[in-house]
């Protein structure tokens, strides 16, 4: 045998290691110790920068929600009262409730949008399918700050969605749209639009071309016609997609922030004010540091929320 | 497959009506930068009018903001793609105690949205004395980097030839020899690819560095153009010009890169 008489054998040697030349006494008894800490080396400094400025940050937001503080005095705590606010405060409300619109324009529109698209570039064989992709993809990659610039400038009082409402004889229609009360949430909403449905239509494209093509020529054969097709094969087929993309675009619309703040910083009055915002404005606007943090832990326990009931209503429908 | 002349018509109307959706409001932004900017100048005439843009870089600081941009980003692309190597190499090829929970941990990261730690962060870096500095920008984002980095090199070394790890085992390489000499190289793709979506990221980043520099000592290019459009209410075209260069980095590398944003955002989606 090749381990030394001063020790046991060497339980973790395994058969095989017997014929390899035996080394030296000391360094074997080492190597399994430093073999089974590898990867914890791997793992720190990742972990290191990772734990403190993203699991300390966590837990002091948590400690923090259950405060009441300015920022600049010693806080008092106040338990949950933080928590009870963002039920109880109208405006806290409303933020919330404007989120979930936003959820509409940021997801089920592309969605929409995006299975029309998928669906006509998967079905034709459409020339000029690399074009169109790097165009409809294109407002994911522009910084949301250049976004709302671009979009102020098209919604402003004398922009071009105006001239463009009154050159078609809707002159009545025109309006500033983001200091309407009533038209600014939908106007930021559909930029969220403009911006989610290149990446829902791509996902969806990518699930639609792994459906065997003989799938469809089946179908085709039994007469079923392109909306048939669609509802039976294609939609049922890319379930994981819709899935993916539900989740990443409502994770999207629930933590819009840059876009609220260039183009309407909450107004006119609160009807485009959202959590994130909110967060923003009371930790460092008003100085009410512990509400502000509820508010962020709030829409962060929102987000795994719906996270989970979208995911588990695609695994469910699988069956 | 078949399809009859009057789908296909109907199928490219709709295209086209949606590309040019996508483009209208990115080709109007680049018409305005181009255009005169003001009635003097448009009474002189002239073509697109390439000067707004040195206007606009002069008068906006965007030489300064630039800079901070391209310091933040080389700062936390270089750094948290060490890391992420590292970690996701421990994740992807390696059995240990406590893996399942440290890699939920993790994922955690990608999940907790910004707005959530940013109030803690600030309050505490500022104790620390780290807010005006390019360090208290650069770490909560290198933080972020790392958890969807790691998650990103965890499936690419999972997915990677286990012959050729043992290969090179046999040739008597070390664990650190296998990462860096052998599984790296041959991951130029995955590599590319995060590097190219966390550089998008931290440069189009607007809430962590608004909060983490108060005083505006380190302010990034979207900062500069959210402060730039507080000051020019009126002249559109210095705007539209300041917003082009903005956007324009991070664009460029798109249109000659695609493929890995395409790959990155879809493949990179979370689903556990």
């Known amino acids: 045998m090749a381990s030394s008489p001063a020790r046991p054998a060497d339980p973790t040697v395994r058969p095989g290691a017997v014929s390899r030349p035996a080394p030296p006494a000391r360094r074997r008894a080492v190597a399994p110790l430093r073999r089974r800490l590898t990867p914890y080396g791997f793992l720190l400094p990742g972990f290191l920068l990772y734990a403190a400025f993203m699991l300390v940050p966590i837990a002091r937001a948590v400690q923090l929600s259950l405060y009441e503080w300015d920022g600049l005095t010693v806080g008092t705590y106040v338990g949950l009262d933080n928590f009870a606010t963002v039920v109880t405060d109208p405006r806290l409300r409303e933020a919330f409730v404007h989120a979930l619109v936003l959820i509409f324009f940021y997801s089920v529109l592309p969605l929409l949008i995006g299975l029309l698209l998928a669906a006509v ?13 790097t165009v409809i993809f294109l407002p994911q990659v522009v910084a949301m700050v250049v976004v709302a610039v671009a979009w102020r400038q098209i919604y402003a009082p004398d922009g071009s969605l105006n001239s463009g409402l009154r050159a078609i004889g809707l002159g009545s229609l025109a309006r500033p749209w983001l200091g309407d009360y009533t038209f600014s949430l939908p106007a930021v909403g559909f930029v969220g639009t403009w911006v989610s449905m290149g990446l829902v239509t791509v996902l969806l494209l990518a699930g639609m071309s792994r459906i065997p093509v003989e799938l469809f020529e089946a179908a085709r054969l039994d007469g079923a016609g392109a909306v048939r097709e669609f509802l039976a094969i294609t939609l049922p087929a890319i379930r994981g997609e819709i899935t993916v993309a539900l989740t ?24 485009t004010t959202v959590p994130s915002y909110e967060v923003y404005r009371r930790a460092f606007q008003l100085g009410e540091v512990g509400a502000a943090a509820a508010v962020g832990i709030t ?12 995911n588990k209503v695609g695994d469910r429908s699988t069956t | 497959m078949m399809i009859s002349r009057a789908e296909r018509s109907a199928n490219y109307v709709i295209l086209l009506a949606f590309a040019a959706f996508a483009l209208f409001p990115l080709g109007s932004i680049l018409a305005a930068a ?27 600081q965007f030489g300064r903001y630039m800079t901070t941009s391209i310091a933040v980003s ?24 406590g893996e399942q929970a440290l890699f939920y941990l993790f994922l955690l990261g990608i999940m907790v949205p910004t707005e959530a730690i940013i109030v803690p962060l600030y309050f505490d870096l500022r104790t620390l004395g780290l807010t005006n500095t390019i360090w208290g920008v650069a770490l909560p984002q290198i933080a972020q980097s790392i958890a969807f980095g790691t998650y990103w090199m965890r499936a690419y070394f999972k ?52 909060v983490m520099s108060p005083s505006g000592s380190v302010r990034t290019a979207p900062l ?34 695609q493929r890995h944003f395409v790959k990155g955002l879809i493949e990179g989606a979370v689903r556990e």
């Open chain 2, 34 to 60: 181009l255009g005169p900017e003001s009635a003097s100048v448009a009474r002189e005439g002239g073509g697109p009018h390439w000067e707004n843009f040195a206007t606009a870089w002069t008068q906006g």
């Open chain 2, 159 to 210: 997915s990677s030839n286990v012959s050729i790890m043992e290969a090179a085992r046999l040739d008597g390489a070390g664990t650190h020899r296998i990462l860096w000499q052998v599984l790296v190289p041959i991951g130029r793709p995955a590599l590319t690819t995060l590097v190219l979506l966390t550089f998008m990221w931290t440069w189009n980043e607007f809430l962590i560095p608004l």
């Open chain 2, 224 to 257: 500069g153009l959210a402060f730039f459009q507080g000051q020019h209410v009126q002249g559109t075209t210095l705007l539209a010009a300041a917003a082009v260069l903005v956007a324009l980095p991070v664009v460029i590398v798109y249109l000659f890169l």
């Open chain 1, 248 to 271: 990443l675009t409502i994770i999207a619309a629930l933590k819009t922030f840059d876009l609220v703040y260039v183009t309407t910083g909450g107004g006119p009055g609160t009807s």
């Open chain 2, 74 to 97: 080389v700062l936390v692309v270089s750094v948290a793609l060490v890391c992420s190597i590292m970690a996701g190499y421990a994740f992807g090829t390696m059995r240990f105690r």
């Open chain 1, 121 to 133: 570039l998967n079905r034709g064989k459409v020339r000029g399918l690399p074009f169109f992709r």
């Open chain 1, 299 to 310: 829409l962060t326990i929102v987000i795994f929320g719906i996270n989970l009931v979208v």
